[in-house]
């Protein structure tokens, strides 16, 4: 079972219209939502391949009910950690331009509410072949917090993934996680480094055991102690970007739970994260695609400087 | 006890950001929500002035579930008929320039649900001295439906106010409500004439028994077959003009159940419109300031041509 944590989960909202028209009043045409958050993204991805998965995530109020039914009805796997603030929204207005997003913030998690998840998450490590970490943290949980449940996974001897960002992935590092999944901006923001394959030695340097960078249209870049690999998508997948480094993660956790090699690894997420750009939903892929991805991707082993 | 009809209520919620990025990521710094629609907004205008009310509302879903919770803490007295699909929600995102609305339609609602709704308020009826029906239609239910409830008040006695656009509107006016409240753009739009008092004459002529036009910052236009009149709010009133057109609903059914001249209506209608546009939330009003506005403005009558 691949055992994933979402800190800060919300109910993914899409408004469709027409023309988005800024201080004016606009009549939303389609209105869609489901249960969303990295972490609820990576389990959608593996329930849909008929991985094992467990979501766990911290809930509450109406939006968390909404979350919960939405999980329910998708056949997700789940368990939620009852909180007492209402779980956050996130509006993307889609137009017939480009999506504008409207990001909530989310709920003050209370160190109690966050201890009741850890125990949660120990609790379930015995039977976890990974854990993923994915997402930002709450507000009122500490930066360390996601280092916190890395380090849980190491007592455990349990692999973990951590997909954080700015001081979260920072702190993180220091604790070794198995394998960190930066996109491009994350890299370069957590290095200074525009270099891809640079700033990925960079993060091993500073403690992760493996860096797994996806770079968008650029394909994946896997940097480990044993060498730097580099996988492209075919040309021309265009669609939705939100949720192909969901995939990436799903791709990268299966990998992990199977001792894959590097390289098919780094073939295999490549392929999943395209078919994931087909798909309108985060946490969906086109399965034909995937099948068809999969077999013509193949990883390259670089010599970076 | 004033009975107000909202429709399609909604849980309105408001985002605050410094600045709107269309097509862009943007965090939102601040999250509000309370329930709404133009009844709800009446009621909670009669509550706060100390007079008895009932919100009756169409209520289903985590949003419907939401909109209770927040009327049931506001202690605005309502009455919910449980419907099978969502309660809509809008956004508000409001920047430092101005506010972008995002409006959703809100759920079909089905024949059955609005005849449950329709026998409550009959049965609510006889303890009415106004009925208020208030706000957009739902989909599902045909332009006639307004029309119906105002056919049930006049058939047990009871004056009732239409606070309606479009076809809603030009349905309501052939069954002759007490009182319609369309604002300037609402009048024009229906008459095709752009003289408020003109517009307001034609609104008479196809059944409406009294005309109140709530002109924004022009003040308040009341036509009856008595006669016309007009109340200036005072100079320099700037702020929230959400929820004014329901402040002068709320105003207009005090005068009605308390049989008051019309000059009194209107300049009372106008003092506390101005209030609420002092107030930062729809359904809400500056009370002091309604005191020195209410002593300060007069009716004035109009000869029109």
């Known amino acids: 079972m691949i055992v994933t944590v979402t800190p800060n989960p919300a109910l993914d909202v899409t408004y469709r219209l027409p023309a ?25 991805v ?93 507000p009122g949980v500490p930066a360390q917090a996601g280092a916190g449940l890395v380090e849980l996974a190491h007592a455990r001897g349990v692999p973990v993934i951590l997909d954080a960002d700015g001081p979260a992935l920072v702190a993180g590092l220091a604790v070794r996680p198995t394998a960190v999944k930066p996109n491009a901006a994350e890299l370069a923001a957590a290095t200074g480094i525009d270099d891809p394959a640079a700033a990925a030695a960079a993060l091993l340097e500073a403690g992760a055991q493996a860096v797994v960078a996806s770079l968008g249209p650029d394909g994946l870049l896997v940097r480990t102690p044993e060498g730097c690999w580099r996988a492209r998508p075919p040309g021309g997948v265009a669609g939705n970007p939100t949720g192909a480094g969901d995939a990436v993660v799903a ?4 990998g992990l739970a199977e001792r894959a090699p590097w390289p098919l690894i780094a073939a295999d997420a490549t392929a999943l ?31 970076p400087a």
């Open 273 to 303: 994260s395209a078919a994931a750009v087909l798909a309108p939903r985060a946490g969906a892929f086109d399965a034909d695609a995937y099948r068809r991805f999969a077999a013509a991707i193949r990883a390259e082993r670089l010599t």
């Open 46 to 138: 593996l329930h849909a391949l008929g991985r094992p998965t467990l979501a766990v995530l911290p809930l509450g109020g109406e939006t968390g009910r909404a979350v919960r039914r939405d999980l329910e009805e998708a056949g997700v796997p789940h368990e939620a950690v009852s909180i007492e603030g209402e779980t956050r929204r996130t509006v993307a207005v889609v137009d017939d331009v480009d999506t504008t997003m409207l990001n909530e913030a989310g709920p003050h998690v209370e160190e109690q509410e966050w201890a009741a998840l850890r125990a949660r998450v120990l609790q379930l490590l015995p039977a976890a072949r990974v854990l993923v970490v994915s997402g930002s943290l709450p």
């Open 20 to 44: 988005l028209r800024p201080h004016a009043a606009n009549r939303v045409a389609h209105v869609a939502a489901q249960a969303g958050g990295k972490g609820v993204n990576v389990s959608r």
């Open 251 to 254: 791709a990268l956790a299966t």
